[in-house]
Every structure is written in C-alpha cells, then in structure tokens.
C-alpha cells in the first residue's frame, strides 16, 4: 500500500507545497505592489501624484518632460493642419474655376500643379514622418543616460530656442579650447517669464531677413531676459549707409541721420532729439545730442560746485590711466573727451527711446550694449577708471546697488579711480547711499555733496582703490 501511497502522498505533499510557495508569492507580490503604488505617489497628496507622473518632480531622473514635449509636438501638428487646411482649400476654390483657369491663362493651370505637387504632398508627407516620431527618448540604463535634456529647454516650444539652448557638443568628442566637451548657449533665466515675447523674437526663417525687433530685443533684456539668445537671421540696415565722418571730425559732429533706422523710434533724424523738442521720445540724458552743449562736459567749470573736470582728475595719476568704462547713458562725449588725452574709454549705452549705441559707434568710440544685470564682461583687475553718471540716481535698490558696486570693485585695478559723477538721491536716504560708496575704504581724492533741488542731493566723489595683496 505504502508503494502506492508513496506517490500520491507525495502529490499531496507538493501541492502542500506549492501551496505554500504560491502564497507567499501572492502576499510578496502584493507588498511589492503596494510598494510600487506607495512609491509611485498614490498615498501622497494629488500635487505630488500629479507632479511624479508627469516628470515634474525630479526631471532629471526621468531626463524628459513628457508633457512639454507632448505640447510642442501638437503645436507642430497643428500649425502644419492648419497650412495644410489653407492650401486645399485655395487649390478647392481654384478647381472650380477650371474652366475660367483653362481661358485664362496657362500660368495660373501651372501655380495649382505646384501647388499640389510641390506643396501639398511634401507637407503631408512631413506631416506623416512628424506623427512618426518615437517619443520620449528616455535613457536606456541607471546613470548610463546619453541624452540628458537641459533643464530649461522643456520651457519652450519654438524649436529655434531649444535648438539654441540644447549644449552643444565638440566634433569627434574632442575636447575644445576651454577644456570642455560641449558649448553651453546661455539666456537670461527670466527669459522664461517672458516666454511670449521670446517666443515671437524668435519665429524667423533660418537665413532669411529679421523683423526690425531690436526694440523687442531690448524689452527682453531690460526685463532680465539677458543674454538674448543669438539668432540666424540677417539684421535689417539703413537703406544707405554712408561713411562715417573721418576720425578726425567725427567725435564732434552730429553724424548722418541716414545711418540709422529710425523706424523704432519717435523722431526720424538727429535734429529732431534736439532738447527743445518736447516730442523727442526719450527723458534721460536729454540734451546729449546738442554738441555745443556736449562740448562744456567736464572741461570747463560749470554751475555745479560739484562737478571735477576731467584735467583734474587725470592729474592724480598722470599717464597711467589709459583704459576705462563710463558707466550711464550718453552719447559718448566723456570717452570722446578721454580719447584726446589718449584714454580708451567704453561707453555703456541702452537705446532708451533714441540711438545712444548708434551715435556713439558713429561717433568713432565704443559702445557697449549692456544692462544693469549682468557682470561686467571684464576681467579682475583690469580698468584704469570707471566712471559714472546720470544713470544710478536714488531709484536704485540698494542690495542692487551693492552687488553692483562690489562688481566694479572687481574691475578696477588697484590704484584705479572709481568717479562718482552727479550722483543724486533723496536728502533722507543719503546716509544710506554714502555708507555704500564708502564700505570699500577707498582713498577720497574728491567728495562733495550739494543741494540739487528742496528735498534732493548731489553726490560727487573720486575714489582710489586701495592695493590688496593677500
Ligand atoms: C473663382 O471664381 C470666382 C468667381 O468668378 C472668384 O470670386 C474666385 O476668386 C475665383 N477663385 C480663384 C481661386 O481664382
Ligand atoms: C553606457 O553603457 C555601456 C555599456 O554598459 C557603455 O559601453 C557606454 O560607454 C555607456 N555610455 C555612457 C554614456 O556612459
Ligand atoms: C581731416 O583729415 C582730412 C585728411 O586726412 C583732411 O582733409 C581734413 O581737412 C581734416 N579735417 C579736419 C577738421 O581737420
Ligand atoms: C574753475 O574753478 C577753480 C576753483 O573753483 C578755479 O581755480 C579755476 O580758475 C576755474 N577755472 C575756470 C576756467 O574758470
Ligand atoms: C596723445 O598721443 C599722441 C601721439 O602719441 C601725442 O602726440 C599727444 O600729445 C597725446 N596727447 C596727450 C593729451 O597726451
């Protein structure tokens, strides 16, 4: 008995078994589950579903914003529909009229061919490969990722600004000039908040003529989009554009209002920035197109008690100031002043409502087109001078203020003057500016302050920095 027994005990005994086995397989992987559930976010708040199943969370462990991709690939879709829907329905209205298109000319029998043959399939065959496309590309192992998107990039749709932010990497995996294996495009960080904009600066043709949108540019930049993104368009010019003056006549001379578009401006030649023209279009450095009026600027003594003249202070360190920036809104005439005593100067410049950069250039000095945002593209130690005026006045912030003051501490070499020039604040916040000029113990070759109106002050001041070997 126990012969045959054995078998069908040991039957029993290895369902037993597998009993066993199975159930334990149930309860692991229900515990798996539930892990896989709990750390998939089902037990968190709906935010937190939300945000770990669209990739929100930690994008670079999923390395690609579904979502965003989604949308950019459905604006796509949708804007070739849309070209598409068009396109038929002119080719629609011109079958119609076949007969009229047969009379009237063969030209117009030739312009539906095209269009049908030379449009519309290659469009719907693009359409097709676009439908095509396997999406997402997500790395194929744990920290084995080959494409790892950029942060930013998933904020855009338009494919021109991707395509400028994705890093680009050197040929042939070398390693380029700085030592690096790609080149990282930058924007300003609040170019995403101003993703409209953006957006519409850069919708253009690859090649092609750009929109006459520097002032969109400047918007941008003003606006802490900085730096704006490079385009590949090519840059409208003034419909003639002569010579400038000969360098011997040109730092003094009103240029020729023929090498400047004016389209984006109030006025449409030099005269009419004139300062008693009340429809000039700009409200800072007003008068700085009247060269008579220009020609006083730090030469002669003028009402201000305030006000160093530019002999004065190239006497503190006669020869050795040679390269410096002047930092404000003008068209040049302190650098143009410099130049003759054989000192470079650079001039910043916004086109606030009027063509600073271009008189400047014009002029035969530099420009430089920078806002207050960024750090100044010199190195440490390098300027003989920074100069200062009309642009910082008691509107500004003053943590702003230190970090810019802090940067140009940086710039100036040791033994560099800092030129503090018609500075001006409300009475009460003085104490305050004054600390911030001060913090730097600089040697004070000139401090003065004066009265500008009932409740403002001027503040002008040469400064001297300090030598600081550590
Ligand atoms: C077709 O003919 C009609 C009337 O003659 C005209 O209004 C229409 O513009 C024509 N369409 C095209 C595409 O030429
Ligand atoms: C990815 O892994 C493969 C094999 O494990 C390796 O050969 C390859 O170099 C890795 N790629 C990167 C970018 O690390
Ligand atoms: C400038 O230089 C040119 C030639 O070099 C000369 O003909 C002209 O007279 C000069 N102009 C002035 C204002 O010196
Ligand atoms: C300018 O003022 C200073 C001192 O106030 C005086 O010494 C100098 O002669 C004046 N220069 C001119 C050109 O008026
Ligand atoms: C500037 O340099 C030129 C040429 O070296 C020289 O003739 C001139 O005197 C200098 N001007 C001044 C103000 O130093």
């Not at 209205?93 to 007969?99: A, C, G, I, P, Y």
């Amino acid at each position: 008995m126990a012969r045959f027994c054995f078998p069908k005990c040991r039957l029993g005994r290895i369902m037993g078994w597998l009993q066993i086995v199975l159930g334990a397989l149930v309860i692991f992987v229900s515990i798996s589950t539930l892990f896989t559930f709990y750390s998939a976010g089902f037990f968190l708040h709906n935010e937190d579903i939300c945000r770990h199943f669209y990739g929100g969370n930690d994008p670079l462990e999923v390395g690609f914003d579904v979502r965003a991709l989604g949308a950019r690939v459905e604006e796509v879709l949708e804007k070739m529909e849309r070209l598409q829907d068009k396109l038929e329905s002119t080719v629609q209205q011109m079958e119609k009229n076949k007969t009229q298109l047969f009379n009237e000319k063969i030209s117009r029998m030739e312009q539906k061919r095209f269009l049908e043959e030379e449009v519309i399939r290659p469009l719907y065959a693009a359409h097709i490969s676009l439908r095509q496309i396997r999406l997402p590309k997500v790395a194929d192992g744990f920290g084995n990722s080959t494409i790892v998107e950029h942060p930013l990039i998933n904020n855009f749709v338009i494919e021109e600004i991707r395509k400028y932010i994705t890093p680009k990497e050197n040929r042939a995996a070398k390693i380029n000039i700085y030592g690096t294996e790609k080149i990282h495009n930058t924007i300003g960080h609040a170019c995403v908040l101003m993703k409209k904009e953006l957006e519409e600066y850069m919708e253009y043709e690859i090649g092609s003529y750009c929109k006459d949108d520097w002032n969109l540019a400047q918007k941008l930049m003003v606006h802490g989009c900085d730096p704006v993104p490079r385009r590949r368009c090519l840059t409208r010019a003034s419909k003639l554009y002569l010579n400038p003056y000969l360098i011997n006549e040109s730092l003094w001379k009103i240029p020729d209002g023929r090498n400047v578009r004016w389209s984006n401006y109030q006025c449409r030649d030099f005269e009419c920035l004139s300062s008693k023209n009340p429809r000039r279009g700009y409200s800072k450095c007003v008068g700085c197109f009247e060269m008579e009026k220009e020609k006083l600027k730090w030469m002669t003594n003028a009402s201000l008690p305030i006000d160093v003249l530019i002999k004065d202070v190239l006497a503190i360190k006669p020869g050795v100031i040679r390269i410096g920036l002047d930092y404000g809104i003008g068209t040049g005439t302190f650098a143009a002043r410099m130049r003759e005593q054989n000192v470079t100067i650079i001039s910043t410049a916004l086109n606030l409502g009027a063509p600073f950069n271009e008189m400047i250039a014009l002029r035969g000095l530099i420009p430089l087109y920078t806002t207050l945002n960024q750090r100044l593209p010199f190195f440490d130690n390098t300027m003989d001078i920074i100069h200062t005026s009309g642009f910082m006045d008691g509107w500004i912030d003053l943590l702003l203020l230190d970090y810019i003051l802090f940067d140009w501490d940086r710039v100036l070499r040791p033994g560099g003057l800092l030129w503090i020039d018609r500075f001006f604040c409300n009475r009460k916040d003085l104490d305050d500016y004054m600390y911030m000029f001060l913090q730097f113990r600089y040697k004070k070759h000139k401090w003065a302050i004066a009265p500008k109106s009932k409740d403002e002050v001027y503040l002008s001041a040469v400064l001297e920095k300090p030598p600081r070997s550590l």
